[in-house]
């Protein structure tokens, strides 16, 4: 039975996995924080309402401070479909999945991402290890959602932010200048 963490099924899967495997053992620099904690995002973006209530945080990004959330772009049910933001701790904030499953596939690709105000990207060189339970952690991907590990990591994020990039950066612009 799936951990309770959230009323987001696929997250609950991961959290289940996470307290198993430990966090950042499964993909580098990444671990699923506290549900909608707020804190991060009122203390470096915004308290307005409007936003705070259209974004749900749940994971941190890096070792340093940045963070994934659900954007609530509209009156959707299923949050699981919801795109994926991060906010850099150095600013930037940019879609990088359409939904929770295209964010999983990136996280089997084993790198931290960068966020800076441009862009954000996923880079790992070639001769580096993956994290003592990567492997574990693609099996997991194939065993509950039958998806495999984000080959091209740049591929995803471009295809969100063509897809969301602007309508995002437009909506969280006025809470941001």
Known sequence: MPTEYSPVAELNLLKEFQDGVGY?????????TEYGDMSGLVAGWSDAPEFTGRLIPFAQATGGGSFYALWRLDDRTDA???PVVVFGDEGGRH???RDVRE?????????EIS????EAYYYRPEDEPHSDRHDEYVAWLDRHFGLPVAEDPSAVPAAAQAE??????????????
């Open 103 to 111: 964010l999983f596939q990136l996280l089997g690709f084993d790198a």
């Open 24 to 32: 950042e053992y499964y993909a580098d620099g990444f671990e699923l």
């Open 95 to 97: 879609v990088v999945a």
């Open 115 to 118: 966020v800076d105000w441009d």
């Open 80 to 82: 699981a479909t919801l």
């Open 164 to 177: 969301l990039g602007e309508r995002f950066a437009n909506w969280a612009e006025p809470f941001l200048a």
